[in-house]
């Protein structure tokens, strides 16, 4: 990845961070929601991180070793059912972070986040079917089954 981008990304999620806390902060002392998600977001945050670092480990094994630049088609995990699973998961993580904090801004990051990395779902698709032949048709971009 370049750098350039590599900052970019980083600076993001830096900033949606920052942003998060001080909105947490702004939010003490307004009446608690009537039902507490936190719980249920913790659970549904650990379970998109876990399939997030585990597809990003599966990529990684991508070129082990080293030798080999080219591009290959990722295997294993949820890459056999859609093109992007460590882009799912990552959503999955950002609406458990939003359950967690029950701000109307973390919803919207979370809404932002997923709108993005599924527009970066479609196109990575896009590109894995036109650079490879044997790319199977039935690996969806980021929904199992559905898209």
Known sequence: MPLGTALLISSCYLFSGVAMIYVQ???RGLPEPAVDLLY???LVFAVG????FYHHLL???LRAGGGDKGYKIPRGGL??????PHY????????GFAMISQ???ALVVAVGSAAYLAGRSSAT??????????FPARVKALVPYVW
């Open 59 to 61: 990529l990684s094994r």
């Open 49 to 52: 991180a876990a399939g997030n």
């Open 25 to 27: 902060h702004l939010s």
């Open 88 to 95: 799912l998961f990552e959503i999955v993580a950002f609406f």
């Open 79 to 84: 890459f056999e059912l859609v093109a992007c």
């Open 103 to 105: 701000t109307v801004f």
């Open 125 to 134: 698709r896009k590109w894995y079917a036109s650079k490879f032949e044997e």
């Open 40 to 42: 249920p977001g913790v």
